[in-house]
């Protein structure tokens, strides 16, 4: 299986974030003609303010100076995550178990792709919604996004 740059810029930022004390959101990674965009979300139990932000970039810009994975010039964007939270390992899920989440799939399910409902439970394979006053079952690896809902 072939890493994807998103996946190496992952592996090689979220273990800097932990022990700088951060959770790793997201990492999105846009490839554009003349410059790239790695957008990265943090968060942390106290929530994240603009020095934590700045902490992190240059943390992580000198860990990209350093490794140089990007093959193009970038510009690199750190934020919160805000309210409409992004949910992409199995603790995001388990942190936000009783609250209203939107779960699009990566292919459709009996002709049905989005699901928003409360999150009932987490287990080692996926995680299970109750989407109008029925239990709806979902694979970690059928969710294309997920993220909170308000």
């Known amino acids: 299986m072939t890493v994807t740059l998103r ?6 930022i979220e273990p800097v ?9 997201e990492l999105e990674y ?6 790239a965009v790695v957008r990265i979300f943090i968060d942390k139990p106290e929530g994240i303010a603009v020095e934590d932000c700045e902490r992190v970039s240059r943390e992580v810009a000198a860990l990209l100076d350093v490794d140089d994975p990007i093959p193009t010039a970038y ?14 390992t199995p603790a ?8 209203r989440v939107f779960v699009e799939l ?3 399910r009996a002709g ?3 699901y928003t409902g409360t999150l ?3 287990n080692a394979t996926g995680i299970e919604l109750e989407v109008d006053k029925q239990k709806v079952e979902v694979p970690f690896d059928e969710i294309g996004k997920a993220r909170l809902a308000g």
Request: hydrophobic residues 40%; proline residues 4%.
């Open 30 to 35: 846009a490839a554009g003609r003349s410059q």
């Open 106 to 108: 990566k292919a459709p």
């Open 75 to 88: 510009t690199l964007e750190v934020s919160s995550p805000g309210f409409d939270r992004l949910l992409r």
């Open 17 to 25: 974030l932990v022990r700088l004390g951060y959770e790793l959101v």
């Open 112 to 114: 049905r792709r989005r």
């Open 7 to 12: 996946e190496r810029l992952i592996a090689l």
């Open 92 to 99: 995001h899920f388990e942190r936000f178990v009783g609250s």
């Open 120 to 122: 009932q439970a987490v």
